[in-house]
């Protein structure tokens, strides 16, 4: 089961990036994927997941109404389309897998992706 996160890179604030979350391995529709970050000197959180069967997601207060979670399960990919990017966006995103459950708590993930850094600045 291997997750790959792609797609960050530096962005001015206003800007948008769109992260991918491509999975080998494993089929990827029978999971709840979820996206966090973590900024350096802080605990990793959860930003967004989506369901494996209705399409359901769930956004953090931070990022609602700016980032948007998608799945393509024939490209066996989440995607997680930023908008609006602020500084305090600034942190390595992961993507993470749960098979069961709900909800964006770090520890009830299983797998998890290497990460893909992105940088809000002027």
């Known amino acids: 089961v291997q997750l790959q996160a792609s797609g960050g890179g530096l962005v001015q604030p206003g800007g948008s990036l769109r992260l991918s979350c491509a999975a080998s391995?494993?089929?990827?529709?029978?999971?709840?994927i979820g996206w966090f970050r973590q900024a350096p000197g802080k605990e990793r959180e959860g930003v967004s997941c989506v369901s494996s069967s209705d399409g359901r997601t769930y956004y953090a207060d931070s990022v609602k109404g700016r980032f948007t979670i998608s799945r393509d399960n024939a490209k066996n990919t989440v995607y997680l389309q930023m908008n609006s990017l602020e500084p305090e966006d600034t942190a390595v995103y992961y993507c993470?897998?749960?098979?069961w459950g709900w909800g964006l708590k770090v520890r009830e993930y299983a797998y998890w992706g290497q990460g893909t850094q992105v940088t809000v600045s002027t």
């Open positions: 391995g494993f089929t990827l529709a029978y999971y709840v």
């Open positions: 993470a897998a749960r098979l």
